[in-house]
């Protein structure tokens, strides 16, 4: 519920991410769809964040604003002491660049790259990135490193989406349905790899999923609806992904 | 190895198909351009060798008879470098089997070593040896067309006189590259010879002894050439010379120039448009092609590559399908340049080819290329750029197709869903599409002008030998004479008609701008050989003043209104002031009409006539011709079908024939671009036909999303095509025309027909060579791989 404005106050110095009545309407007039309307979140740094909500909500719309590939049609969106919505499309790729690591929903990976040689196009232009190949050992593909996306299975592909996020070290992971393709077993495999970039790196991590057990492993469960944020639960106890029930 | 340069070498290979036929565009384009520069360049340059070191003279003076102690006179003249003096004259060769009379230049060698200027270049046999007077060496054309050899007699008649020569020798000289027979336009190998005998025998025969009647002389660097051709008249004037001319002038260089600067005009002209369309095409495609990286580029955007890294990668892909193509075309060109060179060697009669390769349209053709592919890149760049990496990564997502629901249930029922689809993206992406439609269309125009170039040939000698020549056959007098001679030809059996005509040779003056050539005097209303306006309309002769051929009216700068000058090379010489009263469409040549009577009467010479036009019964031609060969005043008799066979054949190897090696050009570069265009079609339709197949339908209907796509633009791309081809007829036309020929600019509705079928045969196989690789294509991977 509406969260107040002495505990925003309270959070400022060490939220990563602060939002301010973010909004993104897309198109106009009848057929206008607002996909945010006045999001109001703060995300403090290190943590893991699970997003939850029903499908067309507004949870991909809102991790593409903050994690700088979109914009909002309103509102701010803060990353530190920084308004993302101030900030020029070359700060954006700039701050893309040293901050953030994607896994898309539908993998996006390079069709025409192999699994190492679309890690690899990540760690090229990172600063202090994993080898690529400890990266895909790290989501157990270790095996798989020489083959092009269109050779490999859909959960293999997010796999590899996954290891290319984590090679760089990002500050900042976001996951949009990483685990959606998966078997319980890779499932937890994925999530514990990101448990692991959590707690060695002390990136912040951006879950979005629909299984709601998921949410167990989280510092913090955002539950959205109707592009809007219904309720944020800090969790006391973090499960390892092992007991995380599928 | 980088990833990204990684992806570029894959994806170069996946697109091969589409990167080969992008650069073949840019290649042929570039091809053509260094080609027709180092063909002209090269040809400019063997023609300059030639001429050096066969020492051809500067300035040429025909004299009546001027005394041999007059060549030192002309030598000592300040800006002359050298001088000769020798005899030449006419001579009709008899050569057995021949109905009608053969006729030939005779020229004089020095009795003793080599000439001064003007020297031969020996093919064959030996030189002439001393003064041996019954020795002659023979133009090699001439030989080779009726089988003489060094070793056979040649039987001359030379004022009268008959008489048997030896041939020893057989010779080429950049004098003689083009021999013409008088009053002809073509060149004939066949027809006319060139003969050259000790100036002892030369003397003899035209009775010429201790004389001279034309004096070759040679300049020194840096003089004025108008000085020396004043200062040789004024010596000559007393001996009965008839005005010194310069190169420029003389009949056979005049042709070479026509024909290499037949070839620089095209060079200029015709390439140009060929490169732009190439460029054009390369445009659309590079465009489109990046536009299928949408996905690709907004997803290397969200993991924080820059503007700059991103475009560069495009860039790359850009240059090396340019570049390739540009290279290649380049090293092509040269070769094509090369072997060109060496056919028009053989044509220009060059005894040795000098290659020269300037790097200018080298670097034109790279750049032009280059330029138009990132052109077409970085506008989709921008526009990909300007989008944020979240909804450039969205591309792969349906396309808005929203606003297409509209077609009213009526034309929904009346069409199947294949068909709606194929409807909707024609109408959802016009961009796209007219694009699409722009580059088909610039391909039909590039082969629709060079098909109505092609038939403009045709028409032109249709319209130059049954519109405007009506005649049969042509008599030319050994000079002017009384008109009684037309009643002789007249009383000829078989002669249907005779008509008569006063050719006078002149220099036209318009202030600085001359033209050697000669005014044609005809009847008031000539029925056998007439001047046309650009309807081909006949124009009558007015009772005053000169009608002037267009392209003769432009190197003349003069326009109708305004006073030619007319200075008579013949007889007294007298400069005439004709005002200029219409101008003619005549298609060959450059003619100067003037009314018979009219040109007599400013000549005091009333009632003569140099030649006459005659229509003939066919049956009885050998009657005829044979009674013409003993006539002593005829001095060459024509056919017409003779004329029109080496106007033919100039057409055919010379400048002209350039004309179906860029036709063959325009043709690569047309089936260049509809291949492109149903390639890009197929790239962009993959997915939604495997969607397709995958829900059930055949692979015939499911191309049809495609096909039907490809042949709607192709059939809306024909009436653009037909515009654009009708203007662009006219700067490819222009570039085929010369002084010696000039080509019609019309594109006309067999011209389209024609195109229009080259571009339908063209999207036939490109739509075949589609459909044969989505029929084979694994639906499984089209469409887990997105693209
Ligand atoms: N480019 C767009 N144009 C128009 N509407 C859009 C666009 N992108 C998203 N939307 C709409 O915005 C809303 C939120 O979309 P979003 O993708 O954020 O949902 P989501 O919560 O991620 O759903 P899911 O769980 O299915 O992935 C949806 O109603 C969607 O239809
Ligand atoms: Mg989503």
């Not at chain 1, 685990?179 to 970039?197: M, Y």
């Not at chain 2, 004389?211 to 000085?227: C, D, I, K, V, Y």
């Not at chain 2, 015709?270 to 659309?284: K, T, W």
Request: hydrophobic letters at 45%; proline letters at 5%.
């Amino acid at each position: 519920m509406p969260v107040s404005q002495i505990e925003i106050s309270e959070n400022l110095h060490e939220a990563i991410y602060r939002t301010v009545g973010l909004t993104k309407v897309y198109g106009e007039g009848a057929a206008a769809v607002h996909a945010l309307r006045g999001v109001d979140l703060v995300i403090p740094p290190g943590e893991i964040v699970v997003l939850l909500g029903p499908s067309g909500s507004g949870k991909s719309t809102l991790l593409n604003i903050i994690g700088g590939l979109d914009r909002g049609t309103d509102g701010e969106a803060w990353f530190e002491d920084q308004n993302l919505a101030d900030m020029s499309d070359a700060e954006l790729t700039i701050y893309r660049r040293d901050n953030v690591g994607f896994v898309f929903q539908f993998y996006n990976l390079m069709p025409s790259l192999t699994a190492r040689e679309n890690v690899e196009l990540v760690t090229e232009i990172a600063d202090d990135p994993m080898d690529p190949g400890e990266a895909l050992a790290l989501v157990g593909l270790h095996e798989r490193t020489d083959h092009f996306p269109a050779q490999l299975s859909g959960g293999e592909q997010q796999r590899v989406a996954i290891a290319r996020a984590i090679a760089k070290r990002p500050r900042v992971l976001f996951c949009d349905e990483p685990t959606g393709a998966l078997d319980s077993k890779t499932g937890r495999a994925v999530l514990k790899v990101l448990k692991e970039v959590n707690e060695t790196l002390g990136s912040t991590v951006l879950i979005v999923t629909h299984a709601a057990a998921t949410a167990d492993m989280a510092h913090r469960v955002i539950h959205f609806a109707d592009g809007d944020v219904r309720e944020v639960i800090e969790n006391e106890t973090q499960a390892d992904p092992d007991e995380i029930e599928w | 190895m980088s990833p990204l340069d990684r992806k570029l070498l894959r994806d170069l290979w996946r697109i091969k198909g589409q990167a080969i036929a992008i650069g073949a565009v840019i290649a042929v384009g570039v091809l053509m351009l260094v080609m027709m520069t180092g063909l002209v360049s090269s040809l400019e340059e063997t023609r300059k060798a030639y001429y050096e070191r066969y020492r051809l003279a500067e300035v040429f003076a025909p004299v009546t008879r001027a005394p041999e102690r007059v060549v030192s006179e002309l030598a000592a003249l300040p800006g002359v470098a050298a001088a000769e003096g020798r005899v030449t004259g006419a001579a009709l060769v008899d050569i057995e089997g021949s109905a009608l009379p053969l006729q030939a230049r005779v020229v004089s060698l020095p009795d003793f070593g080599e000439p001064k200027l003007n020297d031969v270049y020996l093919t064959g046999g030996r030189r002439l040896e001393g003064d041996r007077t019954d020795e002659i060496l023979l133009l090699q054309g001439f030989a080779d067309a009726h089988g003489l050899v060094p070793g056979d007699t040649l039987r001359l008649t030379v004022r009268g006189a008959r008489r048997d020569f030896r041939i020893v020798g057989l010779a080429q000289s950049p004098e003689f590259l083009y021999v013409t027979a008088p009053g002809e336009l073509a060149p004939d190998d066949a027809r006319f010879a060139v003969i050259w005998m000790s100036r002892t025998a030369a003397e003899a025969a035209f009775d010429l002894q201790g004389a001279f009647n034309e004096a070759l002389l040679s300049m020194a660097r840096g003089a004025s050439e108008a000085a020396v051709l004043d200062a040789v008249d004024r010596i000559l004037e007393p001996y009965g010379g008839q005005t010194a001319y310069g190169l420029e002038d003389h009949v056979s260089n005049r042709f070479v120039t026509e024909e290499i600067s037949g070839l620089r005009t095209m060079s200029t002209g015709v390439p140009p448009i060929f490169l732009g369309v190439a460029a054009f095409l390369l445009y659309i495609v590079i465009s489109r092609m990046v536009e299928a990286e949408r996905e690709q580029i907004g997803l290397m955007k969200a993991f924080g590559y820059n503007n700059r890294e991103v475009g560069l990668h495009y860039f790359k892909l850009v240059i090396v399908i340019a570049a390739g193509g540009a290279v290649t075309g380049c090293l092509l060109g040269i070769a094509a340049g090369n072997a060109m060179a060496g056919l028009y060697l053989e044509y220009f009669k060059f005894p040795f080819l000098i290659f020269q390769l300037s790097p200018g349209p080298f670097i034109i053709g790279f750049l032009t290329s280059i330029l138009a592919a990132s052109a077409g890149g970085l506008f989709v760049l921008r526009r990909v750029f300007a989008l944020t990496p979240a909804v450039a990564m969205r591309a792969a997502a349906p396309a808005d197709y929203s606003g297409a629901g509209a077609f009213g249930s009526a034309l929904n029922r009346l069409l199947d869903q294949p068909s709606r689809m194929v409807l909707r993206r024609i109408t959802r992406q016009p961009g796209r599409m007219v694009g699409a439609m722009l580059g088909i269309a610039a391909g039909l125009a590039l082969s629709g002008a060079m098909i109505a170039v092609m038939s403009g040939f045709d028409e032109t000698l249709g319209i130059a030998f049954g519109v405007i020549d009506r005649s049969d056959v042509t008599v030319t007098f050994t000079d002017a004479r009384s008109d009684k001679i037309l009643l002789e030809l007249a009383r000829i059996p078989g002669v249907k008609h005779v008509e008569p005509v006063r050719m006078v040779p002149a220099v036209l003056r318009n202030g600085l701008k001359t033209h050697r050539g000669a005014i044609s005097g005809l009847v008031p209303r000539p029925r056998l050989n007439r001047a046309l306006d650009s309807d081909l309309d006949p124009i009558e002769m007015p009772g005053s003043g000169v009608i002037l051929a267009r392209p003769l009216a432009d190197i003349l700068d003069i326009s109708p209104g305004e006073m030619l000058t007319i200075e008579v090379r013949e007889g007294r010489q007298p400069d005439l002031q004709v005002p200029v009263v219409g101008l003619a469409d005549s298609l060959l040549g450059s003619p100067a009409y003037m009314d018979i009577a009219a040109i007599n009467r400013a000549l005091k010479e009333p009632g003569r006539v140099s030649g006459a036009y005659l229509a003939i019964d066919a049956s009885q031609s050998e009657a005829i011709y044979s009674r013409l060969k003993n006539m002593p005043t005829v001095a060459g008799v024509h056919l017409k079908d003779n004329a029109r066979r080496s106007f033919q054949q100039l057409m055919d190897s010379g400048a002209g024939a350039m004309r179906y090696v860029m036709a063959l050009i325009a043709f690569v570069i047309t089936f260049g671009i509809v291949y492109n265009t149903a390639r890009i079609a197929q790239a962009e339709r993959e997915r939604d036909i495997a969607s397709l197949r995958v829900i059930g339908f055949t692979k015939s209907e499911a191309s049809f999303v495609l096909l039907g796509e490809i042949a709607v633009v192709t059939l809306l791309a024909l009436p653009i095509g037909a515009v654009l081809a009708f203007f662009l007829t006219f700067g490819v036309a222009a570039g085929f025309s010369s002084d010696l020929y000039q080509i019609p600019a019309g594109f006309g509705r067999a011209d389209f027909g024609m195109a229009a079928l080259a571009v339908l045969a063209a999207s036939l196989l490109s739509g075949w060579l589609v459909k044969r690789d989505t029929d084979r294509t694994d639906l499984v991977s089209a469409l887990k791989s997105k693209e």
